[in-house]
Every structure is written in structure tokens, then in C-alpha cells.
């Protein structure tokens, strides 16, 4: 029932560079959300901070 893994054949080039921008286009939307949540909680909890509030 075992079976062996064989090696991921190797893409060609057009494929690779498909990959490629995709994968940083994943990236890029990943850390601008982060930035996003980032800058919404800042500016949330900064606000309350400057009022007193927190």
C-alpha cells in the first residue's frame, strides 16, 4: 500500500514565471492587508489613547 513519491516534474519556464507573479501577487495582498489591519488598529486605539479613554 506504500507507494513512492516521485519528484514534482519540473515546470517549464512560461509556467514558472506564472507562478512566480502569482505567488508574489498572494504575497503583496497578505502584508497590504496586514498593513491595513495594522493602520485600523493603531488609528482605533490611538484615538481612544488621546481622549483618555484607554
Not at 512560461?14 to 508574489?24: G, H, V
Amino acid at each position: 500500500m506504500t507507494e513512492k513519491h516521485k519528484a514534482p516534474e519540473r515546470l517549464d519556464p512560461r509556467s514558472e514565471k506564472i507562478r512566480r507573479r502569482r505567488s508574489i501577487a498572494i504575497g503583496l495582498a497578505l502584508g497590504f492587508m496586514v498593513l491595513a489591519f495594522y493602520i485600523a488598529t493603531f488609528v482605533r486605539l490611538g484615538g481612544n489613547v488621546l481622549n483618555g479613554i484607554g
